[in-house]
């Protein structure tokens, strides 16, 4: 069964440098999301993004954060300065059309800590 | 907006036993509601979902959730658990037409043997 996947599992990084999460969507999907969970909490959203355009996000997607799809194949989720904050686990998530009764299908995350 | 309330954070169950994962949801429009397991160390995984139609939805591995619309809620069933089943579980909400998905807080379900 296709699934999304996502690069590194696990990113450690200093605070104040810049991270590039990378993700792979499943092939015929249109719609990417990421999502975080910091440890202990809920699963939050963050952005959604079609077209190469972001659909929506939410208030925690603030200009520190960025997303793009640079080719055919990629979804990176760019985070600039990094804060103590930001440790957790980011999760990807793709699904096939439109419509938001599609279910999203999610990677496995990347864990990122920063020191 | 919407919301999602888990009530039991952590179940623990005997193998073979029944058990029920509570959720209650809030929202002001309609809204399509999924469960989700987490094994450790992976991603989220589709458990089911309800989208329109009958009630009662169920999955491939014995799980089933009913949608109760006059109560919020959306409760997860399995009539005999394996050990095989913990994981931790999340109840979530998507406004039909919106993109965002509202996760509840996680039920750890430990079956014992």
């Known amino acids: 069964e296709p699934e999304v996947t996502q690069t590194p599992s696990h990113q450690v990084t200093q605070m104040g440098q810049e991270v590039i999460l990378r993700c792979v969507p499943i092939?015929?999907?249109?719609?990417f999301y990421w999502y975080r969970q910091i440890l202990g909490q809920k699963v939050e959203f963050l952005v959604s993004f079609y077209n190469n355009e972001i659909s929506e996000k939410s208030e925690i997607f603030d200009d520190q954060f960025s997303v793009e799809r640079p080719d055919g194949s990629n979804f990176t989720l760019k985070i600039r300065s990094t804060k103590l904050e930001d440790s957790a686990m980011y999760f990807c998530?793709?699904?096939?059309?439109?419509?938001?009764?599609?279910?999203?299908?999610f990677g496995d995350g990347t864990r990122l800590s920063i020191l | 907006a919407q919301s999602v309330t888990q009530l039991d954070s952590q179940v623990p169950v005997f193998e073979e036993a029944p058990v029920e994962l509570r959720c209650n949801y809030s929202s002001s429009v309609s809204v399509y509601l999924f469960w989700y397991v987490q094994y450790p160390n992976q991603g989220l995984q589709l458990l089911l979902k309800?989208?329109?139609?009958?009630?009662l939805v169920e999955s491939i591995n014995g799980f089933e959730a009913e949608f109760n619309k006059s109560q919020t809620s959306f409760h997860l069933r399995k009539p005999s658990v394996h050990i095989s089943d913990t994981a931790e579980y999340f109840c979530a909400v998507r406004a039909t037409g919106g993109f965002k998905t509202i996760f509840g807080a996680g039920t750890r379900l430990f079956v014992k043997a």
């Open positions: 309800y989208l329109s139609g009958s009630t």
């Open positions: 092939s015929n999907h249109l719609y």
């Open positions: 998530a793709s699904s096939e059309g439109l419509g938001s009764n599609q279910p999203q299908h």
